[in-house]
């Protein structure tokens, strides 16, 4: 058995107070007010009753919850969606035989031929819906669970999510009957407390040798005691088991680290690797590390802007009289009058107000250097006529590092999704191997510019390729409505394909009407199909009982009788 001490062991990267003061940025309101002592320091010799008014007029504008909200809100307008594919003995992917159709390139007709692909299994079993419905049992599906994830990893820098399966204490099934009716494969994920992860092992392959955690609460045993019980307990994950080690004692009187911590549990699981994935952020792409600075000078320069404002806003009095002791005292105002004793006088002293116009100078770049970081080009941009007509191309730009970021973040939510799909699927006994596609189509950043570029590409004739209208108008109904049910978006995605490989060649459509009205044949300059007509025509007819034609002009265009008159040989 383990002792106090040895379970007590952190991790060398174990940082739990740096975590506390990120999230506190995060979150502002009453988890700001608790650190306000640390954030906002005491100055040297400075009167407690001081430092308390000055605390009290203190202000945290918190831009870093409004960046990392706009991050994970921009991130999952495009919806995770999982994929499995069956695997064969060796772990390779399975084919089957598709039915592809493309159109051929000289003839314009559509080619049927069969083909063999990788294809996604459809016939899954129930508890992957369910999964994705609720994958915690709390009714917390994969979407909000890992926005949730991916919303403190941006904050701490990392985020730990268990995978529990359930452990019925009657030992390991016989039979894969056994396994469904003892309900053994439906398993749940659990986000962990990130102070409460202790210490860690990784192995050679990145994944998690072990994991440590720890949790400690107070329990009131009955009504006539106090909440003065503790329960303190370890949490060790390992490849085989989740074991539990647990001591109680009275509040205040913890045991020596040398106590040896007895096992209360041991629950064996089917995952083959220790049931923890670790969610973590490269230090560029940690949002509060990266704001911290800014954001805390930001909030006390505004907060010493407040208390500069609340002891000098208000003019000051001064009356000066012969005799400071018979002068009789009066009401003139808020704030604090001055007597002094040389010629009587009266008046009103107050600040030039230069200072204020630094602080609010340096307020205003310190917002701007919070959103320069995040990479909030557009949220930097002044509210002014230029910025509102700007071009549908520079707001495309304001747009890309935003989608830079989006980008990698997208990538770490699918990495952990996918190995916690594979990990629950290799627990069930099931030869799947799962992909993760979607957190990469980020349309909605700006739908305004992308819809101006729409319009634009159509004023000068679009881009002459299938493929690409078919994508782009895919993005586009994307960003239009975000927010729909991700069956309903495969809907209309299927529609979307389907009508741009049956529509007729935009271009090919329109050489052809050209060729009708304005074909030159060499000779007498007429298009084949307009011979009887022309010849109608220049003998004053109306063709087909319409209006009578006008004269056509040498080497010009007559439109009423549709043909086009050439010179002929030598110019005449």
Avoid at 102 to 118: A, L
Avoid at 352 to 368: C, P, Q, S, T, W
């Amino acid at each position: 058995m383990p002792t106090i001490e040895e379970l007590d062991t952190k991790n060398e990267t174990y940082d739990a107070e740096t975590a506390s003061d990120l999230w506190a940025l995060y979150e502002g309101g009453a988890a700001f007010k608790k650190k306000l002592n640390k954030f906002l320091k005491r100055n040297d010799r400075e009167p407690n009753r001081i430092y308390e008014l000055r605390k009290h007029h203190s202000e945290y504008r918190n831009y870093i919850g409004s960046v990392i909200k706009h991050f994970s809100d921009i991130l999952f307008t495009s919806k995770p969606v999982a994929q499995a594919f069956k695997i064969d003995s060796k772990g390779n992917r399975t084919t089957q035989a598709v039915e592809k159709r493309s159109r051929d390139p000289d003839t314009g007709e559509t080619v049927v031929e069969n083909v063999q692909e990788v294809k996604a299994v459809t016939d899954l079993d129930q508890y992957w819906n369910s999964f994705r419905e609720d994958c915690d049992g709390a009714g917390t599906d994969i979407d909000a669970f890992f926005k949730k994830a991916i919303t403190e990893a941006m904050v701490k820098g990392k985020t730990w999510i268990a995978i529990h399966q359930p452990d019925d204490g009657l030992g390991v099934p016989n039979s894969l009957q056994e396994f469904e009716s003892r309900k053994l494969g439906d398993i749940y994920l659990n986000q962990l407390d990130f102070e409460s992860v202790y210490d860690w092992e990784i192995d050679e392959h990145g994944n998690m040798s072990w994991v440590l955690t720890h949790k400690l609460k107070a329990i009131r045993v009955g009504l006539g005691s106090k909440r003065d019980t503790i329960v303190e307990s370890w949490t060790h994950y390992t490849p085989e088991s989740v074991d539990v080690y647990r001591i109680t004692y009275e509040k205040g009187k913890r045991p020596d680290g040398k106590l040896m911590v007895p096992l209360v549990s041991s629950s064996p699981h089917t995952l083959g690797v220790c049931p923890v994935v670790c969610l973590y952020l490269e230090p560029s792409y940690q949002v509060a590390a990266v704001l911290e600075s800014p954001a805390l000078s930001n909030f006390r320069l505004v907060s010493e802007q407040n208390w500069s404002l609340a002891c000098s806003c208000f003019a000051q009095p001064v009356a000066k009289v012969n005799d400071p002791e018979e002068f009789a005292k009066m009401m003139v105002g808020a704030g604090y009058g001055v007597v002094i004793g040389i010629d009587e006088d009266w008046g009103w002293e107050a600040p030039l107000g230069v200072h204020y116009v630094a602080l609010e100078d340096r307020i205003k770049d310190n917002k701007d250097e919070i959103h320069r970081l995040a990479f909030q080009m557009a949220l930097g941009v002044e509210n002014n006529a230029a910025a509102i007509g700007r071009t549908a191309e520079s707001k495309s730009q304001d747009a890309q590092s935003t989608r830079v970021a989006m980008t990698a973040y997208g990538r770490v939510v699918k990495q952990a999704i996918e190995k916690v799909y594979d990990l629950i699927a290799s627990a069930r006994g099931e030869k799947l191997d799962w992909d993760v596609v979607g957190l990469d189509d980020f349309a909605g950043i700006d739908t305004a510019g992308l819809i101006a570029m729409a319009v634009e590409l159509n004023s000068t004739g679009g881009i002459p390729s299938p493929t690409w209208n078919t994508e782009f108008k895919k993005k586009l109904a994307e960003a239009v409505l975000p927010d729909v049910d991700e069956s309903v978006k495969q809907r209309w995605n299927s529609e979307i394909e389907e009508a741009t490989m049956n529509a007729p060649d935009p271009m090919q459509k329109e050489l052809e009407l050209f060729a009708a009205q304005h074909a030159i044949v060499a000779g007498d300059g007429l298009a084949p199909q307009n011979k009887a007509n022309a010849t109608k025509n220049r003998g004053g007819a109306k063709p087909f009982g319409g209006p009578k034609p006008q004269k056509p002009k040498i080497g010009g265009t007559n439109r009423s009788a549709e043909f086009v008159k050439a010179k002929k040989p030598g110019g005449k």
